[in-house]
């Protein structure tokens, strides 16, 4: 699905990213993890195409990322960001609608189709009582579930999402990743994603890259990727790593 290839890059001048190179299966869940300024979200943007590496390869489906038109490259990866949709006076179902443009030709309107495809994606995601509601009548959390929403009516096969439980309490923090993970399930989604939270990167990821100072630590599960050890040198803190209680992935407890 996406082969990540010795990629170096600078934004402004300044070394981001240092030879870091990893796959992604199809239909998996690939977190990002590591301390701020470790070159997370500068990762993220290149494999959206927004920045092109200074060396090294992209590819997404064996094609490297930045040979896509935008407008193809938008009918298969949606990206969604930390800061979610702007507080404007659009309707939900509008906003939804826009994830519905990358499919249309220059000039066209929305069919049918279109238009039943959002009503289906605002009852899956429990929005459709929001319906006629404008984005700056909602919550944090009600605004970044419609940003779901809108990128699951793109249809992408791949979903790039940063930091999207940031702001979140901790009961929106599940219900939106328990959504994303339900779509993935259902419909063979691959998800790169970047969290700060390494508890639910543990819980919601099959794959996970530590990143320090622009180069990857470890490749990993859960398991072999939050140690003590590791984490300790990383984030420069003392960790207690424990199994969780049901699903036996590490959990990491903060000393004091």
Not at 31 to 53: D, H, V
Not at 172 to 200: A, C, F, P, R, Y
Not at 226 to 231: P, R, T, V
Request: include cysteine; proline fraction near 5%; charged fraction near 25%.
């Amino acid at each position: 699905m996406l082969q990540v290839e010795s990629v170096f890059q600078n934004v402004n001048g300044k070394p981001i990213l240092d030879q870091v190179s990893f796959h992604v299966k199809k239909g998996s869940c690939f977190g990002i993890i590591g301390p701020n300024g470790s070159g997370k979200t500068t990762l993220l943007k290149s494999i959206s195409g927004y920045y092109r590496p200074v060396s090294g390869t992209i590819r997404f489906q064996g094609k490297e990322v930045h040979e896509f038109s935008r407008k193809k490259l938008a009918q298969k990866m949606a990206v969604l960001s930390q800061e979610s949709l702007p507080n404007y006076p659009i309707t939900v179902f509008d906003t939804v609608l826009m994830g519905r443009y990358p499919h249309l030709k220059w000039y066209q309107r929305e069919g049918k189709k279109d238009l039943e495809k959002v009503d289906e994606i605002l009852e899956l995601t429990s929005l459709t009582h929001l319906r006629e509601q404008t984005l700056d009548t909602l919550s944090g959390g009600e605004r970044q579930r419609v940003a779901i929403a809108k990128a699951m009516a793109q249809e992408p096969e791949l979903l790039l999402l940063d930091e999207p439980t940031t702001y979140l309490d901790i009961g929106h923090q599940i219900s939106l990743l328990k959504l994303v993970k339900t779509w993935q399930n259902e419909s063979g989604l691959t998800v790169i994603m970047v969290l700060h939270d390494l508890n639910l990167a543990s819980q919601f990821c099959d794959q996970l890259l530590l990143l320090h100072q622009g180069k990857v630590v470890k490749i990993g599960s859960s398991k072999e990727v939050i140690k003590k050890d590791m984490l300790e040198k990383v984030y420069e803190t003392i960790p207690e790593i424990i199994p969780h209680p049901k699903t036996d992935v590490p959990q990491v407890i903060l000393g004091i």
